[in-house]
């Protein structure tokens, strides 16, 4: 039961193929299988001729192969039904949406994973398996690529054969397939043979299940991701600034770094990417030095470094001490390792021992310039013999044509990415450095509310409902302020007049100067109207300006409905800056948090940061970093450094808003004055609609389906006591748990971690960490047992270590799902096992799931003894007698 379900389709152990030389598949599909590479059972199969069925008896095959024209298509699934096939590669074209559906559900109701239509299929080298239309076998390789374009997976795959590319897995996704993106990526996270991924993008079908997988891929491997359609930003429709200048391809790079992913912009990136990927470089550092023999190409690439935030990498002054005098007088090591004019291979060979030995640096690119008597395939001979001592990434630049043709063979044959400029080198480089820095966002899980005082949600809600009870989508400035407050988020104080009178009243019971603005549903943008009037020093003039405002508005847009004026003290702080957070609702991730330069200039500025929901404050702090007007919140030009803590509050309150207010659509605080004294939110504009009922479609459907990414459940947090004394959390699982989770497992006894892992190991493998660590909490779940221990000298000091583990992951029918438990062998007989398996069970079924299932080992009486307490039921393994089966409805 620990196979990947999509095992009988990509690691088959017999295959049945339908193929009609009708269909243009057929016959590369015929030369492929007549290469006899694949030595698993292969039968073809003719569904016109008779006795069928009969032919096959009583066998059962993991995959099919349908290459037939449209028409016989749902024939040959139905027999591929009969036959037990567990999953279906469909490499017919020419089949539409409809017909498309309908092979769906024959797949779906015979329980058949189905690839396919319209798809070149797939390649898995190291299986001698080519069960494609897409040419001939790729070489054996640690990179998959995954790609829904049939025309670019077949370029790629004709560049790799020029660049000595291999592969773990080519897999080629149509338009309808029912096994998708997020499903091929799921496999291939867990892969052993995958070492990196790069996937070619056009779009997506369901955002929750998309970022799902590419968040558990990004966590075990590399992934490279190039997605074409880009939309520019500037949505006619929105209603406030943030949805004007906040684009589709914004969001979509804001998921993907959220997923730990690096994009690339063009196909040409993507080729570095693989390179790099291909030699098996890890994520890394982004000191990059550069080891050169021409001053021009090294500074061309110390410049592309600088260019796209890099760090120039520089030698310590001990190695430099230690490589001048093994280099020519003329030689330079300032900055660039520049070697001269006069580089000997020899001299390449000491500067790369000084970078190996030097951790200040985190990759080098050495370029070559052929010159005048120099032996440039004698320089690459020396790099590729250098390449396994390394420890880092190492790429090369041999620049020119035909005279180093030889030397970039050589490169090659030593998996050492090669570039024609240095541009190429430092980009290819810069994916895998960002990639590093991605992960790092990749790791935080927030819970939907901070630790912050709790907001005033209902009363939240009932400004919401009140203002959709009257048909209404936008708030008006009061009722957009009112939902700030209950969020805790600082706003200035502001009245509404409805008469003249009024608002001079108003105006001196509030202090002078004031601001008065125009309060009307149907105004986006108040300045554009003259429904603005700053810096009013008296009454007289808020009652002289509150009828020139009307007069103003009234002939610029005559059909608006008018509340009246707000009137407010002015923020006084002349040292102050202004920005904005927003929030935009994007198809298909959903809402996304927005910050940047803000004041009346904010479309034109543009500045726009962004990220998908939960913040925590370290995702809020990054969130400020990368907005433009960061440069201007420190010290700047006179003034002190801005308050940035009470920015990245307001960030917080604003993704508990988007959390817990799924009829959010749009929201513009703008702007916020931020000072060394705080901040406080002076206008805001929000637009609502109604609650989506299932924007995911995930299993763990409720009150944050809305979002891309399911929060920390925190609602499963409990304080158990122990018996004899002492108390332990029951909670879920975090990033930052995986080193208590090691120190429990290697704390157990060999009997009880062969128990659990089927293992004698007696520690976990990092990959495994990981994946046990950062689960999505939307397709699994595992909770721990955390036993707290105060010092008894120092009673305010905690100390705390897991205990116990339970978890269960979603079985592919999205009905049931397996678990696993392990209990501390000196908290063995203590009860929680018990309550770690009814906590799992009780969240399992809260997420709609009907059963749960698990493997025991038939010698662990405990674990047995257990199951039948809870209510299992248990009977042999079919597949295993070494194992018992435990069920339980749910």
């Known amino acids: 039961m620990d196979k990947h379900y999509l095992n009988p389709l990509f690691a088959p152990r017999s295959i049945v193929v339908f193929a009609d030389d009708a269909a ?119 990179l998959a690529l995954v790609s829904q374009s049939g025309s670019l997976t077949a370029s790629m795959l004709d560049w790799a054969r020029k660049n000595g590319v291999g592969f773990s897995a080519v897999v080629s996704i149509g338009p309808q397939a029912s096994v998708d993106v997020h499903d091929v990526l799921d496999y291939l996270a867990h892969d052993a043979q995958t070492h990196s991924i790069i996937v070619y993008l056009e779009g997506i079908s369901n955002a929750r299940r998309f970022m799902s997988a590419l968040r558990g891929a990004a966590n075990a491997k590399p992934v490279i991701m190039l997605k074409a359609g880009r939309k520019p ?79 120039l990498g520089k030698l310590s002054p001990e190695a430099v001490a230690g490589l001048q005098p093994q280099l020519s007088p003329q030689a330079s090591l300032a900055d660039l390792v520049d070697l001269s004019e006069e580089a000997t291979p020899e001299h390449y060979r000491a500067a790369l021992e000084a970078i190996r030995h030097d951790r200040e640096i985190d990759g080098v690119l050495v370029i070559h310039s052929p010159k005048f008597g120099s032996d440039s395939s004698a320089a690459a001979r020396v790099v590729a013999e250098m390449q396994p001592q390394m420890g880092k990434p190492m790429l090369a630049c041999w620049m020119g044509d035909a005279t180093v043709e030889e030397s970039r063979l050589i490169l090659n044959g030593a998996d050492i990415p090669s570039f024609r400029t240095p541009e190429a080198a430092v980009g290819a480089f810069g994916n895998i450095a960002t990639f590093y820095q991605n992960q790092q966002l990749l790791l935080q899980t927030p819970p939907p509310l901070s630790a912050l005082a709790p907001p005033d949600v209902e009363c939240a809600r009932l400004v919401i409902e009140s203002v959709l009870a009257e048909r209404r989508r936008v708030l008006t400035e009061m009722e957009s302020k009112a939902l700030l407050a209950a969020f805790h988020i600082p706003v200035t104080h502001t ?84 920005v904005y957070i927003g929030l935009v609702s994007d198809a298909p991730f959903g809402p996304v948090i927005v910050f940047g330069a803000g004041g009346t200039m904010i479309e034109l500025l543009a500045d726009r940061a962004m990220e998908l929901p939960p913040l925590n404050q370290f995702l809020a702090h990054r969130l400020i970093e990368r ?24 960030l917080l309150r604003v993704s508990e808003m988007v959390c817990e207010l799924p009829q959010l659509r749009e929201m513009d605080i703008n702007p916020i004055i931020v000072d060394e004294d705080g901040a406080v939110a002076v206008d805001a504009r929000i637009v609502v609609g109604a609650a989506p009922r299932t924007a995911h479609g995930s299993a763990m459907s409720g009150r944050y389906d809305h979002l891309a990414i399911l929060p920390y459940p925190s609602a499963h947090t409990e304080l158990v006591p122990l ?121 399992a079924r809260e997420n709609g799931l009907k059963e749960i299932v698990g ?6 009486p405990g674990m047995l003894k257990l199951m039948r307490s809870l209510g299992f039921a248990i009977e042999v393994c079919p597949e295993d007698p070494d194992f018992r089966l435990v069920t339980h409805t749910l």
């Open 627 to 650: 907005a433009r007007v960061a440069e201007t919140l420190g010290n700047w030009r006179g003034a002190p450094a801005v308050d940035l803590e009470a920015i990245e509050q307001i």
């Open 24 to 142: 243009p598949q057929a016959h590369a599909l015929r030369a492929a299988f007549d290469a006899k590479t694949y030595k698993g059972n292969v039968q073809f199969l003719d569904i016109g001729g008779s006795g069928t069925l009969e032919q096959l008896g009583k066998s059962r095959a993991d995959l099919a192969i349908v290459a037939l024209p449209a028409e016989q298509v749902a024939a040959a699934l139905e027999i591929a039904g009969r036959i037990h096939c567990r999953s279906v590669l469909l490499l017919s074209s020419g089949i539409g949406a409809e017909q498309a559906d309908a092979l769906k559900a024959i797949a779906q109701r015979e329980g058949m994973q189905l690839l396919g239509p319209n798809t070149l299929g797939f390649q898995r080298p190291q299986l001698g398996l080519n069960a494609s239309s897409a040419g001939p076998m790729a070489k054996t390789g640690s």
């Open 855 to 860: 493997l025991v080992l038939t010698h662990n």
């Open 233 to 311: 930003a500037g949505n006619e429709a929105a209603q406030t600034h943030s949805g004007a200048i906040v684009g589709s391809d914004d969001v979509f790079d804001a998921a993907l770094r959220r997923a730990g992913v690096v994009r690339v912009r063009s196909f040409v990136e993507l080729f570095s990417a693989a390179k790099c990927l291909a030699s098996r470089y890890r994520p890394v550092g982004r000191r990059f030095a550069v080891v050169t023999n021409g001053g021009g190409p090294g500074v061309l690439a110390a410049d592309w470094i600088n260019e796209i935030h890099l760090q």
């Open 495 to 578: 009245a509404l007049a409805r008469s003249a009178n009024e608002a001079m009243l108003l105006a001196s019971q509030i202090g002078f100067p004031v601001a008065l603005k125009i309060d009307s549903p149907d105004i986006a943008h108040k300045s554009d109207v003259d429904g603005v009037a700053l810096n009013v020093t008296s009454g007289n003039a808020a009652r002289d300006t509150y009828d020139e405002m009307m007069r103003h508005v009234a002939r610029l847009q005559p059909g608006a409905r008018i509340n009246g004026v707000t009137v407010q003290r002015m923020v006084r702080s002349r040292r102050g800056r202004e």
């Open 723 to 843: 018996p004899g004394g002492g108390e332990y959390l029951v909670r879920a699982i975090r990033p930052d748990d995986a080193d208590m989770l090691q120190d429990m497992v290697q704390r157990l006894s060999p009997e009880s971690r062969y128990f659990r892992f089927v293992s004698s190991r007696n520690d976990l493998p990092p990959a495994m960490l990981a994946r046990f660590t950062l689960i999505d909490y939307d397709r699994e779940m595992a909770l721990v047992a955390v036993q707290r221990l105060r010092d008894a000298d120092d009673p305010e000091h905690v100390t705390e270590r897991i205990i116990g583990v339970s978890r269960y992951v979603t079985n592919p029918d999205s009905t049931s799902c397996e678990f696993a438990l392990v209990v501390s062998d000196e908290f063995a007989g203590k009860g929680i096992g018990s309550r770690l398996m009814q906590g799992i069970m009780n969240v």
